[in-house]
């Protein structure tokens, strides 16, 4: 398996307030997993066909007032159908139709868009200001969460209307797969104002790498002699190219000091969407929710930052 060089990153050098927001993501991407989150004054939505489990709910940040929409990864057996629906797919409500997106995913985000917007913009237009709003998801939920964030800020018109009154509008998920054939771009003030777009990925997880000729090539290198990878890839092994591209700022979670195996000194850095999509990662270890949760916290400390969840 490959790991992240030194000279491929720069260290994220995140002030308090920005892992305070970190923190809040990654609160409410796990908070989502539970079978009644804990959330007041909110709104839930059950999984309940081509439709995952959300949460919507203000929260005070910072001095500001921060409307969370935080989407759950994968859990049933249509979530797995989901996920395997990788066929591209064109949507003429984003980018004029000029990329393609993960299938299922698009399926889901489109289901879920009239709903999800009348629930934030009722909490938008209630009396007390709304300052930024955040999308958020772990896995397959970080798809469907930046999904959102491209319907807001590309003006897909469900959404439209809802986007005026926020000052930011942030994007921060958990090892979310890749989702579509481009970058999804931060948008175009002055209507619409991009505030974070961060993917945060643990080095070595597989998820966010996640297609068809990567899981081959995955697969290849666990099952395959060393003889039969040699065979078979008689040019040099390599990883295939992307067909769907990782998107956002990547911040990559990482142990700087692997060999040492009684204590973990978490690093936090960023690198090109590039870099990593040229690296193959194969601990499905380090994809849980909770394994997210749990390097934000320490990392939060570092910063000063108090990450409850």
């Not at 666990?222 to 992307?242: A, C, F, I, M, T």
Request: charged residues 25%; proline residues 6%.
């Amino acid at each position: 398996m490959h790991q992240v060089r030194d000279d491929e990153i720069n260290e994220f050098e995140g002030t308090e307030e920005d892992w305070r927001l970190i923190g809040l993501a990654a609160a409410a991407s796990s908070e989502v997993y539970k079978e009644a989150p804990d959330i007041q004054d909110g709104v839930t939505f059950k999984a309940k066909g081509n439709t995952k489990a959300t949460v919507i709910y203000v929260e005070e940040l910072n001095g500001q007032r921060v409307l969370v929409v935080a989407v759950r990864g994968t859990v049933t057996k249509e979530d797995w159908m989901l996920n395997a629906n990788g066929t591209p797919k064109k949507s003429s409500k984003l980018l004029e139709g000029s990329a393609t997106w993960h299938g299922g995913f698009l399926m889901v985000a489109e289901v879920m868009q009239k709903k999800t917007a009348k629930a934030v913009a009722e909490a938008a237009t209630e009396d007390d200001q709304i300052d930024s709003i955040l999308f958020t998801g772990h896995s397959a939920g970080g798809a469907i969460a930046q999904l959102f964030y491209a319907m807001k800020l590309l003006s897909a018109p469900a959404y439209a209307d809802s986007s005026i009154g926020f000052q930011k509008v942030h994007c921060i998920t958990f090892g979310a797969p890749p989702l579509a054939s481009v970058h999804i771009p931060h948008g175009q003030p002055p209507l619409h104002k991009p505030g974070a777009f961060l993917s945060f990925i643990n080095e070595g997880d597989p998820v966010p790498l996640a297609q068809e000729e990567y899981i081959k090539a995955l697969i290849d290198v666990y099952v395959l002699s060393n003889d039969d990878l040699k065979k078979r890839y008689s040019q040099g092994y390599h990883v295939p190219p992307p067909r769907l591209r990782v998107s956002g700022t990547c911040v990559v979670l990482r142990d700087v000091d692997p060999h040492d195996a009684e204590q973990m000194a978490l690093q936090a850095c960023i690198t090109n969407s590039e870099v990593v999509e040229k690296k193959l990662f194969g601990n499905p270890y380090v994809h849980p929710m909770k394994v997210y949760l749990e390097r934000v916290k320490e990392l939060g400390v570092v910063a000063n930052a108090t990450i409850d969840g």
